[in-house]
């Protein structure tokens, strides 16, 4: 099944009413790539720029649908069941004195986030673990009541699903989905973290394009079939999106319930990553869409429900206007916040090394160089001393590349003064992330800041902020 593009028109979508739903989510949201298909025919494929359509993003949770299709297999196979005790596939992991609440929980429970979870251990948790990950989980304290009866999301039930998989069927689940699943529907080559172990990490994670979210959606739409292959088996495919639990304090939005590892509604299901990266189904209607993005809002799915419907019953009026194409080439993300390219002072700042205090980024130090009138370059030595250099245009982006790691790899950068304050703004794309650091050496000292567009880090946490206003007070030649 290959793409086939097709203006809305043609699938009898209102190119308008779409414009329209862009400009909405524009205003509330920071979207990187979208992907709307109907029909099996692409009808809208965007990218934000410096984000790039081709350059897959770390999906987050939206990685735990691998986890579900992986989990239908084995199920399918005769190799696990929904009742099975989980705890039978990974006693070699449990601590001596783990909590005997863990023996009542099984992989439906797992698959539906009511394993009794007292914390969520989310992708911060288990990064800052060096191993043992499957056994520093299974320590944690339990709250027996809720054991298959309340909803607490945590990212443990994953990696632990991931785990029993690959002992179950031989092999990781990266490996078993791009030999059963990506392969058969067009999707070449996925990269899946993993933990020291070995597995891959269930919860987070897997990176993906906008337009593999989408083909992925539309493996959904239609039934697990795929070029007259039935890839996963039809029956999973809708137990997955069956609403098993309702989510707290979700009443009110179009996605309040929990299915295997889906996020649940009347209308819609949808794979739901941290900040933004969605695969939504619409149940009724055969459309998918698929988004990456960089932000904290929570009602992306509310705002394409309603306009994707609308889209539909617009039927006067100027049905293929020009808004939608124009709207489509003024995607783009805002250069770094600043007038001018050149500062009378910047001597005082550029051709020497600033010490960093302690920050997110784990950079020591930092030094500024004058390319040329639009262009300058950045060195940064990193705390395993690791020198690394970019570049930063003005009113334009550098694309970078700094780490072998694909997780981190590419960086997009660009530079503006504003009186005394040099603003770099670093759009990692890779990633959600978009960061904005200030260097203001207007004064007799350099004061450092860092703006995330959104973070794990606490913003309560003051021992967690020293870099976003820290005070730098000598220099390195």
Known sequence: MKFEYANPKEVGLNADVLAQMLCELEEKAELHSIVIIKDDKLIVEGNWTPYEKDVPQMMHSLSKTGISLCVGIAIDEGKLSLDDKFIEYVREDLPENYDRVLDQVTIYDLLTMQAGSASCANNVYFTALKSDWERTWLGEKRIAENVGNAFYYDSGCSYTLSKIISKVMGTTCINLLQERVFSKIGIDHVDWLHSPEGYNTGGWGMYLTARQIARL????????????????????????????????????????????????????????????????????????????????????????????????????????????ALKMESLYLPFAGGESALDEKEGSLFGRWILLNQNPREIRKVRFDREDENLIRIKFELSDSTVKTAWAGYQYWVKNDLFMDYTKRLHCLSYAFSRGVLTVADCMINTSYREEYTFNFSGDTIVCGWKPNVTYLDGNDNSKRVFMESTVTHHEK
């Not at 997955?240 to 009443?251: F, T, W, Y």
Request: proline residues 5%; contains cysteine; hydrophobic residues 35%.
């Open 217 to 324: 959606g539309q493996l959904f739409l239609h039934e697990g079939r795929w070029n007259k292959e039935q890839i996963i088996p039809a029956d999973w495919v809708h137990e997955m999106s069956l609403m098993r639990i309702a989510k707290p304090g979700c009443e009110y939005k179009v996605l309040s319930g929990y299915g295997y590892h889906f996020h649940t509604g009347e209308k819609l299901y949808a794979a739901e990553g941290a900040f933004g990266q969605l695969m939504i189904c619409f149940r009724e209607l055969p459309v998918v869409i698929g988004i990456t993005s960089g932000t904290n809002c929570e009602f992306i799915p509310d705002i394409c429900q309603k306009y994707i419907y609308q889209a539909l019953e617009k039927q006067d009026g100027n049905f293929n206007g020009p808004a939608l």
